[in-house]
């Protein structure tokens, strides 16, 4: 009985975690929390597609033995409830707007494709 008191005691639980992405390349990410996540698969909406740079904090939860990455931690900044922003880290930007408008790279488009130059 003490040896499944003892075992029951010693077994630890993976919790979510957050940490920086340490290591990114062509199918795997590495990130730092507790301990280091290795070969982190990288979930995302369908259709969506990115990999993080690394010092991103990514948010880690377990599945099975090892941890899956759920995303990175967004700063929404300016955005408005319901806009949208995708970037990347090289500096290209697109923002959908509530008002229908789409900004690229601070060219503003609106809802009914006329061209209103700069804004952001």
């Known amino acids: 009985m003490w040896i499944s008191q003892r075992m029951m005691r010693e ?29 982190m698969p990288l979930f995302a909406p369908y259709g969506y ?17 090892d941890y899956v990455c759920l995303g990175v931690r967004t700063l ?5 409830p ?10 290209a930007k697109i923002r959908l707007r509530n008002d229908g408008s789409v900004v690229i790279n601070g060219l503003v488009i609106t809802k009914d494709g006329e061209l209103l130059g700069r804004g952001e």
């Open 82 to 91: 319901g806009e949208v922003t995708i970037a990347s880290a090289g500096g």
């Open 49 to 65: 597609a990115a990999l993080p740079p690394e010092g991103e904090q990514a948010m880690m939860v377990p599945m099975g033995q």
């Open 11 to 39: 077994k630890r639980v993976a919790e979510p975690q957050a940490g920086p992405v340490s290591l990114v390349g062509e199918g795997y990410l590495y990130a730092q929390g507790v301990r280091e996540a290795r070969d």
């Open 76 to 80: 929404a900044g300016e955005l408005l």
